[in-house]
């Protein structure tokens, strides 16, 4: 999912400057798309002048009181995401304060956790922009001719905010089209890159560009050193866990019989945010396993049993459903269930956070692979982790030709001999830094939502997910048993639940009435994608149409109707940016008329104030 925080930051670096008639120009028709994406009223925050700054669209009945934007004399922060540095409201973190310093560099990127990213404006110094440890949060640049550099969440609003028509680059929906995700980072729309890890750029007040950063040195150095002990690490949890404090409701924990929501409830519950827990009632295990655990407990803690729903009958066409599903996502998060989600009308505020054990196989180590493979690839070298990697690729080639799966063996030796740069020989080693450089910043979505909480990447937590490189867990949950020995000691000794193989209870798409509108779509369209083979799409539907469809032929369905509605929607920036690009032109090139192009009124900025308040306008120009 690209993420529910709008916000832009930008770095002009033409000659001339901008006016402000032109930036509120620019403002105005990002301010459009914002509020076509929303059901609820907005406020906008800009801090900066003509040379650099940040614009912060977030809902006025926001449910978080940590700032999405604060200004103070001559300088500003935004924040994506609330940092774990925040801690409680109680310790008066300011996040003015909190921002220099991570942008400065005079406080570790570690103590942000993951995700999170800043931006941070001066009179003096001009802009700068930095992101979590990981990179996980989702952070895009673009380098855009005649403009300079601008940052977003999202790059169709960077797009239409600088007036720059996106191309769609073939090579990362390659990528896509075999993994499932933007495996490089490389942005969904245009030629942008999702912000690498650890990474800081400065712009100054003449337009000037600097990059830092110390990723590899921190990973070398975290790899082989010492990481905080299991107390440090569990307490790091809970306080990690602390900051849903900042919000108005409070959380509900899932606790499942699973080691990764044990640990994140156990947290939330010593960090007194939750009044209840929830178990979804899919397996009767799950549910006895998660009572036994609350049974420990001293103080009561509600338990709610979620009863699984029927699948709900699609409504509308294929086509439009997952159109719609891009507005909201833009490419960033191919989900097989799109074609059965209702329409997206628009995003609402998130009133409460949510808490999220991503990041558990992150800290143990030796991913991805099954218990078969594990055994093999132990004492093997870099090569076999590489060569085991790529023949994820062969596994997902069913739609595809062996040139169309290139790009993402490309990808996969890219990692590979990074890793190796940094000293990493074993086949685990490769595997495992693919999965912590390529698929959790750039394929998991949690991060996308502002509320989510990962108490797993806390500040204390994360040196082991570089740890697990070189010393990784002997015992499968064994470090989350020594967490929760430390949390609710109780818990520790109950054994972890592993349920058996569930019966599917969703109909496969071939077995949905409008099948017929979903295979139509999908023949009458693959043959406009190269990332596809029409006669193998057109193989798996017959497979499908005659009772031998299975899970392969769904995910090649879904990816290619990720990429037809995904281009859909690239058109739809297209026209939006193409609106600004001949405004901003009548502006400098004096042949204004005082009407915009395609708008019916003079200026969207002010034909919108009704659904946007401007809370602070920067009067720097």
């Not at 669209?57 to 940590?66: A, E, H, K, L, R």
């Not at 945010?273 to 006895?288: C, L, M, S």
Request: with cysteine; charged share 20%.
């Amino acid at each position: 999912m690209s993420s529910r925080s709008f916000a832009v930051a930008y770095a002009c670096n033409r000659a001339d400057q901008m006016s402000k008639e032109e930036f509120q120009l620019r403002i105005g028709f990002a301010e459009e798309h914002v509020i076509s994406l929303h059901q609820t009223e907005l406020e906008r925050v800009h801090i900066g002048n003509a040379r650099s700054g940040f614009v912060v669209w977030y809902p006025t009945q926001t449910g978080s009181s940590w700032p999405a934007a604060v200004e103070g004399r001559d300088e500003g922060a935004a924040w994506v995401h609330i940092p774990a540095a925040a801690k409680r409201p109680a310790d008066g973190v300011d996040p003015i304060r909190l921002a220099r310093q991570i942008t400065r560099g005079t406080l570790d990127r570690i103590e942000l956790g993951a995700p999170a990213a800043t931006f941070y404006w001066s009179l003096a110094e001009g802009l700068s922009v930095s992101n979590d440890r990981l990179g996980m949060v989702r952070l895009y640049q673009f380098d855009f001719p005649g403009f300079g550099i601008v940052w977003s969440t999202r790059g169709g609003l960077a797009h239409i905010f600088a007036g720059q028509e996106p191309n769609v680059e073939q090579s990362t929906w390659s990528e896509i089209a075999t993994f499932g995700w933007n495996m490089s980072g490389r942005a969904h729309l245009g030629n942008g890159q999702q912000l690498p890890a650890s990474t800081t750029v400065h712009t100054d007040n003449c337009g000037r560009i600097s990059v830092t950063s110390d990723i590899d040195e921190w990973i070398a150095s975290t790899a082989v050193g010492q990481v905080p002990p299991d107390e440090v690490a569990a307490a790091g949890m809970v306080d990690a866990v602390a900051v849903a404090g900042w919000w108005k409701n409070r959380p509900m924990a899932d606790l499942s019989g699973g080691k990764d929501s044990r640990v994140t409830a156990a947290a939330a519950i010593k960090a007194g945010v939750v009044d209840a827990v929830k178990t979804v009632n899919t397996d009767t295990g799950e549910v006895e396993t998660a009572r036994r655990l609350l049974s420990l407990i001293p103080h009561p803690i509600d338990h709610r049993i979620i009863e699984p729903k029927p699948p709900v009958a699609p409504v509308g066409g294929v086509l439009a459903r997952y159109l719609s599903s891009q507005r909201a996502w833009e490419g960033a998060y191919n989900a097989i269930s799109a074609h059965r989600g209702a329409q997206f009308r628009g995003f609402l505020p998130v009133t409460s956070p949510s808490i999220n054990g991503l990041g558990g196989e992150a800290i143990q180590g030796r991913t991805t692979a099954t218990a078969a493979s594990r055994e093999r690839l132990i004492s093997q070298d870099a090569a076999a982790g590489q060569e085991w990697l790529k023949r994820l690729v062969r596994t997902n080639m069913g739609p595809l030709e062996e040139a169309q799966a290139e790009p993402a063996r490309m990808a996969i030796d890219v990692f590979a001999e990074r890793a190796r740069s940094l000293g990493f020989t074993t086949a685990f080693q490769i595997i495992d830094f693919f999965y912590h450089f390529s698929k959790m910043p750039f394929w998991s979505q949690p991060q996308a939502n502002s509320g989510t909480l990962l108490p797993f990447y806390s500040p204390q937590l994360l040196p082991r997910t570089m740890r697990s490189l070189t010393n990784p867990s002997q015992e499968y949950g064994s470090t989350h048993r020594k967490l929760l020995a430390q949390i609710l000691p109780g818990w520790a000794n109950v054994p972890f639940y592993k349920g058996s193989a569930k019966t599917r209870s969703i109909p496969w798409m071939w077995n949905n009435a409008d099948w017929g509108d979903l295979r139509d779509t999908v023949c009458d369209g693959v043959p406009t994608l190269s990332s596809f083979s029409v006669s193998k799409v057109q193989s798996l539907i017959r497979e499908a149409g005659s009772g031998d469809g299975r899970a392969k032929h769904e995910i090649s369905f879904a990816r290619v109707m990720w990429e037809l509605s995904f281009r859909e929607f690239a058109q739809e920036v297209k026209v939006a940016a193409r609106r600004t690009a001949a405004a901003v032109d009548q502006i400098r090139t004096g042949t204004n008329n005082h009407r915009i192009i395609g708008s019916s009124s003079d200026s969207p900025h002010y034909e919108r104030e009704s659904l946007v308040r401007c809370a602070r306008e920067s009067n720097r120009f």
